[in-house]
């Protein structure tokens, strides 16, 4: 699959854009942030997640911990070997 940029949402109705896609990586952008999600099941590997905070006063801390415990919701079931 080719990249492309051309998935987007108006910010106003969503508050995010995808930015970059391919199989198997997917970027998206909000207002103040990028996440990158990164698919490395070819390689038996776990999905792989991150996000780049860039808003002034950004609190790293606690948006670790509230994308842990999103991903630990969103990854229960998966078995990891």
Partial sequence: MAATNAW???ARTCGW???YATHPFLGVRSADA???FYGRDAWGWPVGVAHHLF?????AAA???AWSAWLD????TEAVA
Avoid: H
């Fill in 63 to 65: 948006s670790e911990r």
């Fill in 73 to 76: 919701g969103v990854f229960a």
């Fill in 17 to 19: 854009n995808p930015d």
């Fill in 34 to 36: 990028l996440y990158r």
């Fill in 8 to 10: 987007r949402c108006p």
């Fill in 55 to 59: 808003a002034d006063g950004a609190d």
